[in-house]
């Protein structure tokens, strides 16, 4: 079964104090993994689209990393305005339908 | 650019009413469209999806169902509902024809049953 686990489900963070939040995978033919952050009452933000093994994508203080099982989304030195949730999806090409599989969230939290 | 409209932002409703939530899309042609739920600390689930108008696909049976009577607008509604149908609504939108492109949500209807 098509599967996307996150962890940790919670993180609280120092302002400055780096990290990485993971997303691990299970699908028969990867197409696509996304990363989301998400407001409180607020619907899914879109961060980055990872393809293939070895891709990774920036932007300011977020990094993204894919590998054949896994993506991390690095956090570098994070401020408060950082404090989000963050969603991994990932779509698969198998079925021939446009599904994609979100994993449970990682809740994050930056301490000022 | 690209914009998605959700309304109402927030809705109680009593057990037993109707519903009609409406999601249009802007700066886009045939995209295909999504509603999915989000509960409290589950991720989101598909509840419909469309790659054409008056083509919908429903993935979870249950007392809703969905419309896209044109292009650019999605549709939710019920007839009756249940206290289960109580969550967070979302609808989003991704380009047609590629299957490896990303999603874009609208902000979200918060459900309330009474």
């Known amino acids: 079964e098509d599967q996307v686990t996150q962890s940790p489900e919670a993180l609280r963070l120092q302002e400055g104090e780096s990290s990485s939040l993971n997303c691990s995978y299970t699908?028969?033919?990867?197409?696509?993994l996304f990363w989301y952050r998400q407001d409180p009452g607020k619907g899914p933000e879109f961060l980055f689209t990872l393809y293939s093994a070895g891709e990774e994508k920036e932007k300011e203080r977020l990094k993204a990393t894919l590998t054949k099982k896994e993506s991390f989304l690095h956090i570098t030195t994070p401020k408060p305005e950082d404090s989000a949730t963050y969603l991994c999806?990932?779509?698969?090409?198998?079925?021939?339908?446009?599904?994609?599989?979100f994993g449970t969230g990682t809740r994050l939290k930056v301490l000022a | 650019s690209q914009t998605i409209h959700q309304w109402p932002a927030t809705l109680v409703q009593p057990v037993g009413s109707p519903l009609s939530l409406e999601c249009t899309v802007e700066g886009t042609s045939n995209p295909n469209l999504y509603w999915y739920r989000q509960a409290a600390g589950r991720g989101l689930q598909l509840l419909f999806y469309?790659?054409?108008?008056?083509?919908i696909s429903s993935e979870v049976p249950q007392n809703l169902s969905a419309s896209r009577p044109q292009d650019r607008q999605f549709i939710l509604s019920s007839k009756k509902l249940l206290l289960s149908d109580s969550g967070f609504y979302l609808c989003a939108w991704s380009v047609s024809g590629q299957g490896d492109q990303p999603q874009h949500f609208g902000d979200g209807t918060r459900l309330s049953i009474l």
């Open positions: 999806a990932v779509q698969e090409g198998s079925s021939g339908t446009y599904k994609y599989i």
């Open positions: 469309s790659v054409g108008i008056g083509q």
């Open positions: 699908v028969s033919g990867l197409r696509g």
